[in-house]
């Protein structure tokens, strides 16, 4: 992967079961991007604000799995929101 590009082999009990031709890696579509949007003097697709409460989502998903509970996306993002 140091390409770039992601490998789409699909291996199971170390049994290659389907491959196909390397896609860019989503980081690195990521990247070209943002170095866009700073060449452009334009604006990510992607805010800083957006992928904060997509950590949140992961987080509380992850929460909720360790504690066996149901937590509340909404209730959790406000008690986590940074100041």
Do not use: C, W
Request: charged content about 30%; cysteine-free.
């Amino acid at each position: 992967m140091s390409n770039g590009k992601a490998d789409t082999d699909l291996i199971v009990n170390e049994e290659k079961i389907m491959s196909g031709a390397p896609n860019p890696h989503n980081f690195a579509i990521q990247m070209k991007e943002f170095d866009d949007s700073i060449i452009e003097d334009g604006e990510p697709f992607t805010s800083g604000e957006k992928i904060i409460t997509q950590l949140k989502i992961i987080e509380a998903a992850q929460k909720s799995a360790v504690e066996k509970r149901v937590i509340m996306l909404e209730d959790y993002i406000t008690a986590t929101a940074i100041n």
